[in-house]
């Protein structure tokens, strides 16, 4: 009977030839993460040869992908050879690298050091350690020249006449510096004779010294073989711009800046005049991790490549370098700054956080902002460097409209915006750093890791490909801090979907399970589970490629204090978690006072801080109302209409709830359209009845391990029914607090207590003691 392993090699035998195939028709394999798969499979010490093969093949279809050879392509090959030394793929390719482990064969060889003016003694001595040095190397060298001619064999099939030439030099001098080191022996083993018998020759100390020297020429000549060589690949500028991931945009705009420059470069060289000089100041927007400072640097390369700036050297620098803390310390900071970008670029990041609005005082910010104009426009700097600003794109725009004499040294056209990656943009910006540190993503791997990012871009502070390359060294770490006896080739070169898993403290309580513990609320607890079935069936019909309704999810929330509006939010905002609409879950509490300012503008701005902080969950509105005033130059108004553009713009990624009074609430969403029309549910949280209060009671010191004694029950359903209680629920756990202050005090009266009997019933005395508190106003 074929076991499930026999079945697996017997599909991995069925695969191999198609894999070959695809090797020699495209020069790589489609579908590598098959491969890899099946190779994971396979036991190294039973399946060794097959193993060897699908390594060696994995390493030639990821030589063609990533068209260079790699650590890993390495890796492979040389665990492919030493599974199977009968690789001929393996030896093929491994014999290319073979003269690059030979660069200590001679550079490690040290003969210690004779002088003619040693006594007798000392010279004897060192010539035994010559001797015995000679020996030992010849020894081992005779296995590198025979690996070096066994390598060239292989070389010579490949037709690399480059290649060929190496080893064959190497041969050449390995030789001539196993002849010179038999020189060696020969003659310190005459020179010791002498030196032992009664006539000492100096000729013998001559011709040793002479061998000596002549193998330091041969070591001369071998580590310049091993030197490194800078290869300069005709890579201009625009070769750097097109590896860079997406952009597209950008790209074009730059390649037209260049071919622009180029072309005025060539007018310059001809003799036309050129008097009114294009801009080099540029202006580039874009979140964090859009490649800013990577494009700032190739322009820099740009300009200096086409000799429009005498130097490719950006100066990094922001508001701390450049704003000072007393009169003077800002235009000295600033002019020795400009003074080092001189003939490069200078690139202030964040520069909208030099001067912003609202900033007075003692702040330096506009005293830099005008000492660079300054300098940017006087004879002594001006043309001699170019600078570029960076930053969020909202933040900028502002900023240079506020700085006029700024604004008119940028051109519009000069202005460059870098978009967020897309999720595929920033998968292959993943496998890059993955591939920079020498690891391959699986394909699990790229499937959780989409999760991830998707997970993390909340709003415009998601850090792109900055938040990817975190993502990349934390897998890295968790492949490593894991404690694993036994490592494969595969556990130093795959990071996989498990090293991407993060251990989130997970809620032990489900949404569902916390909205039926609630007390009452019969008819909200309804709405929202018909709510939550809704946005689950859409979310399921979204995967399957079905068209889906919008999803209303903005709610109003009425009802007077203590019905449980925030508690019932906070269930809310974990069950649009769970159904994998919200990427965070969390509640934010907000009232009026975390909105609105004291003077124009900054409400607006205090509430978009508030909408960021709340992305990704629920931002709660509490007494939202209040919004609504009738007051002359109230700021209420800007709060709503702030709302209503960015609950546009962020669409499902952003919840609100108002809550509040009934009646007041309708005036509110009356007070503004859009207001009204982007607010679809309603839910109406209804006063507790008395036995819902007990309940509540009950449930609440139940939590301590107390409880409520029958009498005290009683007690409390006449009373509750009588009295107008004012807060509910809150009014309720209130009650319970002080009767449970009043039976510690009863209890303390008595010399011995029953801790079991008597410290956990709250009795009827407790309960009225408390009640008649609660009534006159005394807590």
């Not at 040693?118 to 590198?144: M, P, V």
């Amino acid at each position: 009977m074929i076991n499930q392993q026999d079945e697996q090699r017997q599909q991995i035998t069925k695969l191999l030839s198609k894999w070959k195939q695809e090797i020699i028709e495209k020069g790589y394999i489609e579908n590598e993460s098959q491969l890899l798969e099946k190779i994971r499979t396979l036991d190294e010490e039973k399946d060794n040869e097959l193993l060897s093969t699908l390594l060696s093949l994995a390493a030639i279809s990821r030589i063609k992908k990533i068209n260079a050879h790699d650590s890993i392509v390495r890796a492979w090959m040389e665990r492919a050879q030493s599974l199977n030394p009968k690789n001929d793929e393996a030896r093929r390719f491994l014999a290319q690298f073979q003269w690059e482990g030979k660069k200590d064969v001679l550079t490690n060889l040290q003969f210690p050091t004779i002088r003619e003016t040693d006594n007798r003694q000392q010279k004897k001595k060192t010539a035994e350690q010559i001797i015995f040095l000679c020996k030992l190397f010849l020894q081992e060298n005779e296995e590198h020249l025979e690996a070096l001619e066994e390598a060239a064999k292989i070389v010579k099939e490949l037709k690399d006449l480059e290649l060929i030439h190496k080893y064959e030099l190497l041969i050449d001098l390995l030789e001539k510096a196993i002849e010179a080191v038999v020189g060696i022996r020969k003659a310190a083993e005459e020179f010791e004779q002498t030196i032992s018998g009664s006539f000492y020759n100096t000729s013998y100390f001559y011709d040793m010294k002479a061998h000596l020297e002549n193998i330091e020429r041969i070591k001369d000549e071998w580590s310049e073989q091993f030197q490194e060589k800078e290869f300069y690949e005709s890579r201009n500028a625009l070769n750097e711009l097109d590896s860079m991931i997406g952009m597209d945009l950008v790209k074009k705009r730059v390649k037209a800046l260049y071919q622009f420059l180029k072309y005025q470069k060539a007018r310059k060289d001809i003799g036309f005049q050129i008097k009114d000089e294009i801009s080099l100041n540029m202006v580039v927007t874009g979140n964090p991790g859009t490649g800013k400072t990577s494009l700032v640097r190739l322009l820099a390369n740009i300009y200096h490549e086409l000799g429009v700036l005498p130097r490719k050297d950006v100066i990094e620098v922001d508001r701390s370098q450049l704003v000072g803390a007393y009169v003077g310390q800002t235009e000295e900071n600033v002019r020795k700054i400009v003074e080092k970008a001189l003939g490069g670029i200078l690139f202030i990041d964040e520069a909208y956080s030099l001067k912003r609005e609202g900033q007075s005082g003692n702040d330096y910010g506009q005293t830099a902002i005008d000492t660079l104009v300054s300098l940017m426009t006087g004879k002594e700097f001006g043309g001699r460097f170019a600078v570029v600003m960076a930053g969020y794109p909202e933040e900028m725009s502002q900023f240079l409209d506020a700085n006029p004499g700024l604004r008119s040294r940028f051109p519009r056209s000069n202005l460059i915006h870098l978009e967020d990656y897309s999720e595929d943009e920033l998968i292959l910006i993943a496998e890059k750093f993955a591939q920079d540190n020498d690891y391959v993503l699986t394909e699990e791997a790229k499937i959780q890791l989409r999760k991830r990012l998707e997970k993390e871009r909340v709003d415009e502070t998601f850090g792109n490909a900055r938040t990817v390359h975190n993502l990349i060294l934390d897998a890295i770490f968790h492949k490593g801090a894991k404690a694993v006896e036994q490592q494969t080739i595969f556990d130093y070169t795959f990071l996989d979907k498990d090293d991407f898993v993060t251990e989130e403290a997970e809620n032990t309580a489900t949404s569902k399970f916390l909205l039926e513990q609630l007390i009452g609320l019969d008819e909200v607890k309804e709405e929202v589970r018909k709510l939550i079935s809704f946005v689950k069936v859409q979310q399921a019909r979204r995967e399957h490629g079905l068209p889906v309704l919008p999803l209303q999810l903005h709610s109003v929330f009425m009802g007077n204090p203590g019905t449980g509006k925030t508690t019932v939010a906070k269930i809310y905002a974990q069950a649009l978690k769970e159904c994998g609409i919200l990427k965070r879950g969390h509640l934010l509490v907000t009232s009026r006072a975390d909105f609105v300012a004291g003077y124009v503008g900054q409400t607006a701005i205090k509430t978009k801080k508030k909408i960021r902080e709340a992305l990704g969950g629920v931002l709660f509105i509490d007494e939202a109302y209040s919004l609504l005033s009738q007051t002359s130059g109230d700021f209420g108004k800007e709060v709503i209409d702030t709302l209503v553009d960015e609950m546009t713009k962020h669409n499902e990624n952003l919840v609100i709830i108002l809550a509040g009074y009934p009646h007041e609430m309708e005036q509110l969403l009356e007070s503004n359209p859009g207001l009204r029309s982007r607010f679809k549910k309603f839910f109406h949280f209804h006063d507790y009845t008395s036995e819902e209060l007990i309940e509540i009671m009950e449930h609440y010191g139940s939590n301590y391990q107390y409880e409520l004694s029958i009498e005290a029950k009683d007690y409390l359903q006449k009373e509750l029914s009588n009295i107008d209680v004012n807060g509910n629920g809150r009014f309720a756990t209130n009650l319970m607090d002080e009767a449970i202050q009043a039976q510690a005090s009863r209890l303390m009266e008595y010399e011995n207590i029953s801790v079991i009997n008597e410290a956990t019933l709250v009795q009827k005395s407790d309960i009225e003691k408390s009640l008649n508190k609660l009534r006159r106003g005394d807590s």
